[in-house]
């Protein structure tokens, strides 16, 4: 189910909403599905895997947290600095997300660094279905868009591989600003970066952390999980500043 909040008064022009931020994973893309990434990464390890193999592997992995999993990251004490810090700093992102892989029954010598790899490998991330139209039919409209990620490492790699990055006007990663999601600093950066009032934007997201935009005044929507390559409803993002949230 959809949802969508709001905040402030609509004022006089376009609908009420003149800038749209938008978050990265969950929301404009998605991993691979993780039986891909775990059976390529065991092949760039040497170590191919049976189909059979690969789904145990994989359930085991997505147990631990993995990102896309939808289950609760399992932080063990050996880490858990690494994991507080992992949208601040490369360093401690990779550190944090090998390890949380590394704790899972069946994992090799080698997997879990693989797995990061696809992680952070522009092949290893699917845009939704509805993305590029939403993006194409904003910029026409004349919408600036400000990607605003909680990140630990650089996404345009795999925005540009993905034809996202095009429509991109302004750049907020948590790890190259300071501030994490939902952080009101992260938002007030994005609004900064493209001039516009706090009031007057939208931001889509699929996190309570993305609607931590609401503090500062901004209309909020939030989408649901989807697989890799489905539709997420971002076709709705087009009626929502249309009507001004």
């Known amino acids: 189910m959809h949802r969508d909040s709001s905040a402030g008064d609509d004022d006089a022009g376009r609908g009420g909403v003149d800038a749209v931020l938008f978050d990265f994973h969950g929301t404009l893309a998605q991993l691979e599905p993780l039986t891909r990434s775990v059976s390529l990464a065991a092949e760039a390890c040497g170590r191919p895997l049976s189909p059979l193999s690969v789904t145990a592997l994989a359930d085991a992995i997505g147990a631990q947290g993995w990102l896309g999993s939808g289950m609760e990251p399992r932080v063990r004490p050996d880490f858990a600095d690494a994991w507080a810090d992992r949208d601040l700093d490369e360093e401690a992102h990779r550190e944090a997300f090998t390890a949380l892989a590394a704790q899972a029954h069946g994992v090799f010598e080698g997997l879990a660094e693989a797995l990061y790899d696809r992680l952070a490998s522009p092949e290893g991330w699917v845009a939704f279905a509805d993305t590029i139209a939403t993006l194409v039919s904003l910029k026409a409209q004349g919408y600036p868009i400000a990607l605003v990620s909680n990140i630990g490492f650089d996404a345009r790699?795999?925005?540009?591989?993905?034809?996202?990055?095009?429509?991109?006007?302004?750049?907020?990663?948590?790890?190259?600003?300071?501030?994490?999601?939902?952080?009101?600093?992260?938002?007030?950066?994005?609004?900064?970066?493209?001039?516009?009032?706090?009031?007057?934007?939208?931001?889509v997201g699929d996190t309570m952390a993305d609607a931590g935009a609401a503090r500062i005044g901004a209309r909020c929507y939030l989408v649901p999980h989807a697989e890799a390559g489905r539709a997420v409803g971002l076709d709705a993002v087009l009626r929502l500043v249309r009507a001004g949230c």
């Open 157 to 203: 790699p795999i925005l540009r591989s993905l034809g996202i990055d095009r429509f991109i006007d302004a750049w907020v990663l948590s790890y190259e600003v300071g501030y994490c999601k939902p952080d009101e600093k992260i938002f007030y950066a994005a609004c900064h970066a493209l001039d516009v009032e706090p009031g007057r934007v939208l931001m």
